[in-house]
């Protein structure tokens, strides 16, 4: 975790692309710290690492795998708890590759616990089979209709066309899967907000973390 000195205004969910503490795509919360100061005030970054390839997916069957309720029942609370009496601020998710394939989905299976979804280079929103780690981590074709980003999209629509609650940005390496996203949001009619501002190598990088959380920022400040 990160801590601001100051009070803290919100939380940022710093989601992972590799297992354990990996660093082949860089070390996401150094990079955070590269950001300008107006970027991180006020804010605590947690970065949750987990065992097996991180697609917050919980397994159908191995009891012992289900990452998307250890982020939810356990993640969460403890960096809430870290904030002491503080009041509640509002979740935010943050992340790219796996991590904003995982932050999108996250947003529409928990309306009600995150607030915004800042994703760059986000995986698996064009039409083409799974990845082979995202079939192992859910375990059965079931499964895997069941966190099919597209389908949750499509599924929460409702829910999520209120309030602008998804930056969706790029470009770096998965630019088909960026305009795939932003044409089945407009589709949807679920407001976002859609850059192309952000080259950059497909790893943590603050040359598009800025422009992510920006983004973030601006969205908090919306009126709901």
Request: proline share 7%; aromatic share 6%.
């Amino acid at each position: 975790m990160i801590l601001p000195k100051q009070s803290v205004r919100r939380i940022v969910l710093v989601l992972p692309v590799e297992k354990g503490d990996g660093h082949k795509y860089g070390h996401s919360l150094a990079e955070i710290g590269r950001l300008p100061t107006e970027l991180r005030d006020a804010t605590a970054f947690a970065a949750p690492t987990f065992s097996a390839s991180p697609w917050l997916v919980n397994h159908a069957a191995q009891a012992d795998s289900r990452q998307e309720d250890h982020l939810v029942r356990v993640v969460v609370p403890t960096v809430l708890a870290a904030l002491g009496t503080q009041a509640r601020p509002p979740v935010h998710l943050l992340g790219f590759s796996k991590g904003g394939f995982a932050a999108l989905n996250l947003l529409t299976r928990h309306p009600g616990l995150f607030a915004v979804a800042s994703v760059w280079d986000a995986s698996l929103l064009i039409d083409r089979p799974p990845h082979p780690q995202l079939v192992d981590a859910a375990g059965s074709t079931a499964r895997l209709d069941e966190y099919d980003v597209r389908h949750n999209l499509r599924r929460n629509a409702q829910a999520l066309s209120g309030a602008c609650r998804i930056a969706l940005g790029g470009v770096g390496t998965l630019e088909a899967d960026w305009t795939a996203g932003h044409q089945l949001l407009e589709a949807l009619r679920i407001p976002h907000h859609a850059y192309r501002d952000a080259p950059a190598e497909h790893r943590w990088d603050v040359a598009w973390l800025a422009p992510a959380m920006r983004h973030l920022l601006a969205l908090e400040a919306r009126p709901r």
